[in-house]
């Protein structure tokens, strides 16, 4: 499991949720859509006290977390998280990465 957010795409969640301070920021599975990586899910995030952390990161006083129940959707991939400068939006992209 492997998690970038970059600078740009933290700045953005700071300023999203900047009266929510501390920020927990949950990625997690959701069932919707054609999805990336899983089909029928795709990746979604919400404002949340961490609790049962699988994979914690922390980012300009924002800590992004997994829950143990939700590892399974990142396993065996590089997540990406960027801020696209034309739709003024977060945009993520998956990479699998190979298990020998």
Known sequence: MFISID??????????????????????????GFGEKNRGFSLAFSVEQPANIGYAQKMNGITFYVNENDTWFFEETE??????????????????????
């Open 7 to 32: 600078e740009k795409a933290a700045s953005w969640f700071t300023k999203e949720f900047e009266n929510s301070y501390p920020i927990g920021i949950r990625l997690y599975p959701q069932y919707a």
């Open 79 to 100: 997540t990406y998280l960027s801020f696209n400068e034309d739709m003024k939006e977060i945009q993520i992209s998956f990479r699998e990465t190979c298990v020998h």
